[in-house]
């Protein structure tokens, strides 16, 4: 089946969002699964925003990652919203008096994202894969999550988030970059091939300079700085 992603950069029409009827399973289950209704009925995915890991998970035994949603910005803010409006869709929809397990959970001042993990789970990082339990605290991840379906049980019900794809990003201390050969190899060196250098001609009726705009890469200095200077200049007596 194909798919759809949702990226938070549009508004999102809920109404597009099918939940199927409920399917049972073994030791008294449920799911109901989830699609969104583009033209045909597509597997849903979300894009996982930029987020700061506050956690190790090298003693991980389970299959599910708790993901702090840190910092809160405009993305996250806005992930933590469209969770809260699908789960209000969900329980008008699922009349029962089980409790709903928020895919969000609160932990001190943090709010915690639910994502389940396989047991074969590798983190993308650079051309390779990692195991989860490499990942360092403070780096960055980012990624791809699947909602497939709503699962249920005899107590409770809630929203499954399953992990498709995770983009890891360490610390800069621990790539081992070293920040003055970035600055002065890399970063000065970019700096000045984006600078352009006007062809000043100067034009003696309007007391002004024409430039014409010719790419170089060097530095030069501003022909407003030299009309300055011009005018501060002693007349020769």
């Given amino acids: 089946m194909s ?29 109901y699964y989830i699609y969104y209704l583009d033209e045909t009925p597509k597997d849903f995915y979300i894009k996982l925003p930029s987020i700061k890991l506050m956690y190790s ?52 001042n943090l709010k915690l994202l639910k994502i389940n993990i396989s047991n074969n789970f590798k983190v993308n990082h650079k051309n390779d894969k990692i195991d989860i ?13 699947n909602i497939p379906y709503i699962w249920e049980n005899e107590n409770s019900y809630g929203l499954s988030l399953n992990a498709t794809k995770i983009i890891y990003t360490p610390k800069i201390e621990d790539e081992n970059v070293d920040f003055i050969d970035v600055f002065e190899n890399k970063t000065l060196i970019k700096s000045c091939e984006q600078i352009i250098q006007p062809d000043i001609k100067y034009n003696s009726n309007n007391n002004n300079y024409i430039s014409k705009e010719i790419k170089k890469p060097v530095l030069i200095i501003s022909p407003n700085l030299l009309l300055e200077m011009k005018k501060k200049l002693n007349k020769i007596e």
Wanted: positive net charge; aromatic residues 14%; without cysteine.
């Fill in 57 to 108: 998970y090298k003693n991980n035994k389970y299959n599910q990652i708790k993901i702090p949603l840190y910092p809160i910005y405009d993305k996250t803010e806005k992930l933590i919203k469209f969770l809260k409006k699908i789960k209000k869709k969900i329980k008008a929809i699922n009349n029962t008096d089980k409790k709903y397990l928020d895919s969000v959970e609160k932990k001190e």
């Fill in 3 to 31: 798919y759809y992603i949702y990226n938070f950069e549009e508004n999102f029409n809920y109404d597009k969002l099918i939940i199927g009827d409920k399917i049972k399973l073994e030791n008294n289950s449920y799911r």
């Fill in 133 to 145: 339990k490499e990942l360092k605290t403070t780096s960055e991840i980012y990624g791809i999550i």
